[in-house]
């Protein structure tokens, strides 16, 4: 059955403790890995796509990296204002994404 | 404001009601898809179209959810006959699809969601 997972579902940070947020993957005919982020109440942001295994994307202080079985979201040096849900979603062939139940991050100032 | 937008906001109903929702994707957008999400879970895919084509529906999608996007552009989402487990948030998202299947494709851009209440 394909399945994403993510892990851990919550994350303390202090401000500028850097972590990693995993996302395992078991989807057939994987097309492409997204990285989102959601605020409460509101629809998700999109962060990065990779497509292939070895691929990393960066973008600020995050930091999206792809094997053929995971994908990691390196947070270097939080910020409150990146307190937020990060949702981690997997195509595979069809078009049909399948997201997983987010981690939910709060970094203290 | 050229995002994704969906209209109401928040819809409240009683249980064996039909309710409508509607979803404006971003304009040069031909894909579009809506999801369902419950506090604590990631969205759930329920249907998808590109241009006027519904392309695939979920197999949880049962036969009272009907969505349709007659002209290729904006899409209605309805649920008849309401039931409390229906209580979630909807969510519509676009994307843009050059068939190339390279980057920048199926890159999905949210709209901030209709929540319903069914009591």
């Known amino acids: 059955e394909d399945q994403v997972t993510q892990s851990p579902e919550a994350l303390r940070l202090q401000e500028g403790e850097s972590s990693s947020l995993n996302c395992s993957y078991t989807v057939s005919g994987l097309r492409g890995l997204f990285w989102y982020r959601q605020d409460p109440g509101k629809g998700p942001e999109f962060l990065f796509t990779l497509y292939s295994a070895g691929e990393e994307k960066e973008k600020e202080r995050l930091k999206a990296t792809l094997t053929k079985k995971e994908s990691f979201l390196h947070i270097t040096a939080p910020k409150p204002e990146d307190s937020a849900t990060y949702l981690c979603?997997?195509?595979?062939?069809?078009?049909?994404?399948?997201f997983g139940t987010g981690t939910s991050l709060t970094v203290i100032p | 404001d050229t995002g994704v937008s969906q209209d109401p906001r928040h819809k409240i109903t009683k249980r064996g009601q039909n309710v409508t929702f509607r979803c404006d994707p971003i304009?040069?957008?031909?894909?579009l898809y809506w999801y369902r999400q419950t506090l604590g879970q990631g969205p759930e895919f329920l249907t998808y179209?590109?241009?006027?084509?519904?392309?695939?529906k979920s197999r949880l999608l049962s036969d009272r959810f009907s969505a349709e996007r007659p002209k290729g552009s904006f899409s209605t989402l309805e649920i008849q006959r309401t039931e409390q487990g229906d209580s979630a948030m909807y969510l519509c998202?676009?994307?843009?699809?050059?068939?190339?299947?390279?980057?920048?494709?199926?890159?999905?851009?949210f709209g901030p969601g209709t929540r319903l209440t069914v009591l």
């Open positions: 979603a997997a195509i595979r062939t069809g078009n049909q994404f399948y």
């Open positions: 998202a676009s994307s843009f699809s050059p068939g190339t299947g390279g980057a920048g494709d199926n890159e999905q851009f």
């Open positions: 304009s040069e957008h031909n894909r």
């Open positions: 179209f590109q241009n006027e084509a519904q392309l695939e």
